[in-house]
């Protein structure tokens, strides 16, 4: 799947099933169950969204900038009595400095253990008993806050959010750090420590990332980074980087009319005082080819095999993405075919671009049926990359993938909740909230020998090779 949007979809299945949870946000907690009344809701919401007859390629926000620099995206819909309020700021672990990894994440934990006017757990309990659900996530680049509520509510979350973001700090102390260090590291040894296949992306990030990139560690953190934080990390941290200066509010649906004087009611006072910068890395690094293999205890033996490519929406992210369909989108897709119905070597296998603010990098995942060798599984990927290089692919190919992309792109947004994510999105990454035309143009302008192209380009290069085997001897 091809676009930004159906990326994080695809990104998010894979979490369900258990591959990799590094790429996408680390969420806080799971969400509360949908009430009935907001199930009801979203489906009427898609109905009336194909009834609108709606350009979604001309979806128009407006932007509004407070005093103390937080940017205000508004889009009016008012289809159904629902509002998203999708809160981001421009920091992730991508920020953090050696020794504090997990920083990021561990900090979005921190927001929900209450503020100087919530108390802790009272978050939740406030907006579902208002009919909404509420989340926070955190990625490499990025930590957000998000609600959907119905509409009447929409000051209900103004409040929660701008408490967080102005009146939280003075109520965190050691107890409730103490307390979410325990989470989290539990959340770590469940998700990556003990988890079959868990380490994988830790392996492959730290062999094909330097060590001062940021994309090195995993989001989440090493378990040694997060035992030792102290209230002082999370303290300048998040003075250095939760302010509103560093962040951009959108709004979605069915506001009222006031909705910028509500805004700056409840945000208006916060100040901005963070000294927010950038990463400090070396971007023109080479790979150096690494082979390693894992022994698990695992049922089934898979290979992963990672190549440098480039940051999200760069000349060749969207190339890279078709890509990815056209190896493995589909049952007709050359190496699902190839390798699961054709000679039955694999349980599953899957291709994906992975490409964020400072950075990319395309991987192919392959489990493998009992007894077969992963090199022949790899020289059959090799010589399908080979193939394309060679031959390129055809414009039927291309047009399936295409289609397949769009109407991915298109479900990806029918939810208010997702729209209001990409605004953010794209506010954040191209640095204007409208650019679902942008997107839609550049999968529709691919040419079939921009793929063979994007082959030659990163596919001959060194890259980083992950075979974790069923358990022959001790992992570690």
């Not at 296998?349 to 192919?364: E, L, M, P, R, V």
């Not at 479900?411 to 729209?419: A, G, H, K, R, W």
């Amino acid at each position: 799947m091809s676009s930004k949007v159906a990326s994080f979809l695809k990104i998010n299945i894979q979490l369900i099933s258990a591959i990799p949870k590094i790429f996408c946000f680390l969420p806080a907690t799971i969400y509360p169950a949908q009430s009935s009344f907001f199930v009801s809701e979203i489906l009427s919401y898609k109905l009336n969204f194909h009834k609108s007859g709606m350009d979604i390629k001309n979806l128009k926000s407006n932007s509004v900038k407070l005093n103390n620099g937080l940017e205000l995206i508004l889009y009016k819909d008012s289809t159904m009595p629902l509002v998203a309020l999708h809160l981001l700021y421009k920091v992730g672990s991508a920020n953090e400095v050696n020794g504090k990894s997990g920083l990021a994440h561990l900090f979005e934990h921190m927001m929900f253990q209450g503020s100087q006017n919530i108390p802790k757990g009272m978050q939740f309990k406030l907006v579902q008993e208002a009919g909404g659900i509420m989340n926070g996530a955190t990625s490499f680049d990025r930590t957000v806050y998000y609600y959907k509520l119905p509409s009447n509510q929409i000051e209900l979350a103004l409040w929660m959010e701008s408490d967080r973001m102005g009146f939280l700090l003075p109520t965190l102390d050691e107890a409730k750090l103490k307390n979410q260090i325990d989470v989290v590291s539990n959340e770590r040894l469940e998700r990556y420590d003990n988890q079959p296949y868990g380490l994988a992306w830790e392996i492959i990030h730290s062999n094909l990332f330097p060590e001062d990139h940021p994309y090195h560690s995993v989001v989440i953190g090493s378990l040694n980074d997060i035992s030792n934080s102290t209230l002082t990390d999370i303290l300048q941290f998040a003075q250095q980087y939760y302010c509103p200066s560093n962040a951009s509010l959108v709004v979605a649906g069915d506001y009222p009319e006031n909705i910028v004087e509500l805004v700056e009611k409840y945000f208006g006072e916060i100040n901005s005082n963070g000294k927010n910068s950038l990463p400090k890395f070396i971007a023109d690094w080479k790979v150096t080819g690494n082979k390693i293999t894992r022994y698990e205890d695992v049922q089934l033996n898979r290979i992963y095999l990672a190549w440098k490519t480039d940051k999200i929406f760069s000349k060749f992210d969207a190339r890279l993405d078709i890509l990815g369909e056209i190896l493995t989108g589909s049952k007709s897709s050359r190496l699902q075919k190839k390798l699961i119905y054709e000679n039955e070597l694999v349980q599953d296998i899957t291709a994906n671009q992975f490409s964020g603010k400072y950075d990319g990098y395309f991987y192919i995942i392959a489990t493998l049926k009992p007894g077969i060798d992963a090199e022949r599984v790899k020289e059959i990927v090799i010589s399908e990359l080979n193939s394309i290089s060679k031959n390129g692919i055809t414009e039927t190919e291309l047009q399936k993938c295409k289609n397949v992309t769009r109407s991915g792109f298109i479900y990806s947004i029918q939810n208010i909740d997702s729209l209001a994510a990409q605004f953010n999105s794209y506010n954040f990454y191209l640095g204007s909230p409208n650019n679902f035309e942008y997107e839609l143009n550049e999968i529709e302008s691919i040419q079939p020998d921009e793929i063979k192209s994007a082959v030659d380009k990163y596919f001959f290069n060194p890259f980083v090779e992950l075979q974790i085997v069923r358990n022959k001897k001790a992992t570690q």
